[in-house]
């Protein structure tokens, strides 16, 4: 699993950084988390294939975060695709993705479904779930929770051998949990493996002053998108704005034992982010604040 | 007056090339042409300052001709925009104006006024007039023809000299149009004053077959903005989708005496623009295939 980062910038873009979108490369499928505009050649210039996005989860409907879809559902169609394609959000998302599928004059060859979400549903995936919470911005906001399924327990060889069972195709029957022989009678998969292990878990926060939902949602995550507007000398302006500020995602970080932390939404009066960075790991010294295009391969914290 | 090519792709943009957006400067007043996804970007990274858009000319309701026109208005808004904002294209303009107003949520705190255009309609500037003329397109198309005014004949200064006017502000109140005293008695205007001079020309094919609306509108530009999106081994697929290759725009080129000819909505299939430079070439030699951000002064051809 990878993230890469398309566009990691405020509420307008600046010759540095395009406006925020997130891909998250899950095995063949890659799920995008906002999509500003201008995503299309980001993605174009990224290792990411546009044409395997199969979701897409808006946090809200300022345009930085959406003006990027309808100029990618175009080009989806013009390169042949037929795979639908779902777009979520808060309440107005089905709407507004069809206001956009109607704007201007383009044939869709196939289907762009939009959904509203409220905060606590969830999304299945393949071998992963998406759940919304409530962000606390401006407009109606969501953050979301992306949440790899538990996978199971490892694999004991030493104990397998010991019960005399014989290396080759019983071990892969006992991993896919079938009982096979073993020397002293009958060897279950209980007896060799381990307990189930916790799937990856990354949260992004969207757009969102600091907040309970927020707070539950990163619990133990991975990794911690979170937008990081201003630093903390600007927290009169972050709140005004329904924004956080560097500190305060550290801070939330370290209180909730996320594993790294990237900051995002980077406000274009900080052409040099040193000064956010250096709030941050100040506070969580795991933080980094990614360029466009960075991508990060996305592990399990021990 | 100058021209900066901000999107020269064709209908799906690359890393190299954005989609279309042309911006002509007119000292302190910038017209655009078409608004494709990412101008606002392209506008940042160039020397033209998006604040002083007074008014945006659509050639046509394709998503690669406009679809950055709603981040643009969007973040004029965000910098405090007062100025209104006028936006042309062909019939439903209007209407696609007020749904890109309505897609998502903002506040928006200057007026954005659509008008639909048929061909033959003139909008006045200062100093200035542009026209709109029927194009050939899959979809209702129009191009445009950028006339600056008329400008008055040069002053003769030897002339003046040899009616006995003194130099000073006697000359100064000749060029404005008034009389003055010389030597043998009443200097006017029209015994120091040459003929009146053509003002610059510069005409926007927009996305088009070769037609008689273009061919009548370049005669004597002294410069064409033309697609080319394939060269004429493709002719046949440009056809189909309403194209011109660069063969056909070099030879209206040549045809209508234009003075420099640019090639503009290229196709994503040629990374390396040569074959279409050099069969343009081979036919027009004042051809240039711009890159995204080049800029260009414009001036009345001798």
Redesign the interface.
Known sequence: MDITFLGTGG?????KR??VAIALRIGPEVILFDCG??T??QL??SSVSFMRISRVFLT?????H???L??LI??MN??GRSAPLDVYGPSGTAK?TK??L?????DLRYEVDGHDLTPGDEVRGEGHSVTAFQAEHT?PALGYVFQEDQRPGRFDVERALALGVVEGPSFARLVEGGNVKGRGGIVTPAMVMGPPRKGIRVVYSGDTAPCQGLERACQGADVLVHEATVASELEDKAREFGHSTARDAAELAKRAGVASLYLVHISGRYEDPSPLLEEARGIFPSTIIPNDLDSFVVRRAL
């Open positions: 509420s307008v873009p600046t010759t395009s406006t505009e201008g299309q050649r174009m210039a809200h409907h300022h345009g930085d959406f003006l990027g309808p100029g175009q080009s013009f390169y507004m206001a956009m109607e704007l201007g004059i383009f407009v």
